[in-house]
């Protein structure tokens, strides 16, 4: 019995190990500070953590996101905001061997002319293709999932003339996780990218006792976006509470809301 499970358990190891992907090795964000007629120069790093050959092809999108969760992706051009016409790959399409590292090389170059102060952005879909292998047991094509990567590339021009205008869209109590999670919806309605930080200062509602302070963590925000960012508030006993919700990106700049919350038994 022993002698089957370790085979098993060896099986089991063998096909998660062959069935490894691709994976990017130097961050899903890179930011650029930009000047007008200048060339910049980037690399995505890429490993086939598999034994296998695996092929990955290498494209451009637009890309937004909001608080409700939905996430778009689209065709350059999509986005007012694009920086895809700036971008130029060096390859579309790489085959790396098993367990190889390879480097993707793009290269950005900003118009050499005036364009509104903010921030553009763009994604480099870094997407494994997988070879179509027809079979004999059943009619139809076999679909297989991969994982495909994004990785923002967000580069702001002229910043010091532009900046975050930060909105709270909504706030609401939800168990989590078996936690008590305070989710609130933030908006970039400014033209600036930035990472903001949102707390909560929540008060007994009668006495005016400060229960406690609680943050959660920065969040990369583009413009015209919005996100939820969820705060662990378990400490909090059941009751009602008046509440100051506050965001604070980089530069310090603060944004604040009054609201009053209920916390539940469930």
């Not at 994976?23 to 007008?36: A, I, M």
């Not at 689209?74 to 700036?86: E, K, M, V, Y």
């Not at 553009?120 to 494994?128: A, D, F, H, N, R």
Request: charged share 25%; net charge neutral; hydrophobic share 35%.
């Amino acid at each position: 019995m022993i002698k089957r499970i370790l085979i098993l358990t060896s099986l089991i190891l063998q096909f998660c190990f062959l069935h490894a992907g691709i994976v990017v090795l130097n961050g899903l964000t890179h930011s650029y500070k930009v000047e007008s007629g200048k060339v910049y120069k980037g690399k995505i790093a890429i490993e086939n953590t598999s034994v296998n050959p695996q092929n990955v092809k290498i494209y451009l999108q637009d890309f937004t996101y909001q608080a409700n969760g939905t996430t778009h992706y689209a065709a350059l051009h999509t986005n007012s905001r694009t920086n895809g016409d700036w971008i130029k790959l060096n390859t579309n399409l790489v085959t790396l061997k098993g367990k190889e590292k390879t480097e993707i090389f793009y290269e950005i170059t900003v118009p050499d002319k005036s364009v509104d102060p903010g921030s553009y952005w763009s994604v480099i879909i870094v997407e494994p293709v997988e070879d179509i292998k027809p079979t004999n047991d059943k009619p139809g094509v076999n679909i297989t999932s991969v994982i495909r990567y994004a990785i923002q590339v967000i580069t702001d021009y002229d910043a010091e003339k532009a900046k975050p205008d930060l909105k709270f869209e909504g706030v609401k109590i939800e168990k989590q996780d078996k936690k008590q999670v305070a989710k609130i919806a933030i908006a970039n309605q400014g033209n600036l990218y930035c990472r903001p930080t949102a707390s909560i200062e929540i008060y007994n509602r009668n006495t005016g006792e400060k229960i406690g302070n609680f943050s959660g963590l920065a969040m990369g925000l583009l413009p015209q976006t919005s996100k939820t960012f969820d705060i662990d508030i378990s400490k909090v006993p059941p009751g009602q509470y008046k509440a100051v919700i506050i965001t604070t990106d980089e530069d310090e700049n603060a944004f604040a809301l009054n609201v009053e919350l209920e916390v539940k038994n469930d």
